[in-house]
């Protein structure tokens, strides 16, 4: 399908909260096309400073902010040329805010694309509105600006090194069986460290949710004992640990 003024349109499925789009507006007798989408690819990093008088300023780390994505489509009525506009607009919008309400983000999904979205509609706008064509735009916000793709989990190669598939950091979920005892166990990722102050019997498990930020020994939840940062991995982090075991790790693949 083409529409005017040589812009090309794709026949991009999209599904919000489990439901196809395309879909819904077929079934309603409307032909529906893709025209551009700005806001799924590549976001940007802002780098957070405090300017220190005379002296430059501080780096404190790097926020991102949420995702903003924009659709324009079109759709074609099924009808002739000569039925009510204005009527399949309104009828057209219906549709809409009906399959694309949400009252919290919901999974927003691209069949041009692996992964998922974590949106909610933040507007619907109409750009083009003739007797058997309909443009428009529908935009979503993402607070949570990540594209997240499946579950993995792996273990850190003999040097400790664990290649997560990812363009940003993730929070795992670490989970190794003790080989020996200590008198407290640390895990550590690229040198910031996680200390769980309390005796580790050899053959107990260790789990920490870095993403819950909860560690639990021998299944029990332990608070008080935990001191230090919750490991935050990134492609080529290297992990090391105080006592010995398999340890296996688990993350939700995710990219800017």
């Known amino acids: 399908?083409?529409?005017?003024?040589?812009?090309?349109?794709?026949?991009?499925?999209?599904?919000?909260?489990?439901?196809?789009?395309?879909?819904?507006?077929?079934?309603?007798?409307?032909?529906?096309?893709?025209?551009?989408?700005?806001?799924?690819?590549?976001?940007?990093?802002?780098?957070?400073?405090?300017?220190?008088?005379?002296?430059?300023?501080?780096?404190?780390?790097?926020r991102v902010g949420p995702r903003q994505i924009t659709i324009?489509?079109?759709?074609?009525?099924?009808?002739?040329?000569?039925?009510?506009?204005?009527?399949?607009?309104?009828r057209l919008e219906e549709?809409?805010?009906?399959?694309?309400?949400?009252?919290?983000?919901?999974?927003?999904?691209?069949?041009?694309?692996?992964?998922?979205?974590?949106?909610?509609?933040?507007?619907?706008?109409?750009?083009?509105?003739?007797a058997h064509m309909h443009v428009g735009t529908m935009t979503f916000l993402c607070p949570d600006p990540f594209r997240y793709g499946d579950q993995e989990t792996l273990e850190p190669d003999a040097e400790g090194v664990v290649n997560v598939l990812t363009n940003y950091y993730v929070e795992p979920v670490l989970t190794w069986e003790t080989t020996e005892a200590v008198g407290s166990a640390w895990v550590a990722v690229d040198g910031r460290r996680l200390t769980i102050d309390t005796a580790v019997s050899a053959g107990q498990q260790i789990r920490v949710d870095a993403r819950r930020m909860e560690t639990r020994v021998g299944g029990v939840l332990n608070v008080e004992d935990v001191r230090g940062r919750y490991p935050r991995l990134r492609p080529g982090s290297v992990l090391t640990t105080n006592t010995g075991g398999t340890i296996s790790v688990s993350y939700e693949r995710r990219w800017l």
């Open 95 to 130: 549709v809409l805010q009906g399959v694309l309400f949400s009252d919290a983000p919901r999974p927003l999904r691209f069949s041009h694309q692996h992964g998922l979205f974590r949106g909610t509609l933040q507007a619907l706008g109409k750009t083009q509105n003739h």
């Open 1 to 62: 399908m083409t529409a005017g003024e040589g812009v090309a349109v794709r026949d991009i499925d999209i599904r919000f909260n489990g439901n196809s789009v395309n879909e819904v507006l077929e079934d309603e007798g409307f032909r529906f096309g893709v025209r551009n989408i700005e806001g799924e690819g590549l976001i940007a990093r802002d780098p957070h400073t405090v300017d220190l008088p005379g002296d430059g300023s501080r780096w404190v780390d790097t």
């Open 72 to 90: 324009e489509y079109q759709a074609q009525a099924g009808k002739s040329p000569g039925h009510d506009a204005m009527e399949e607009q309104a």
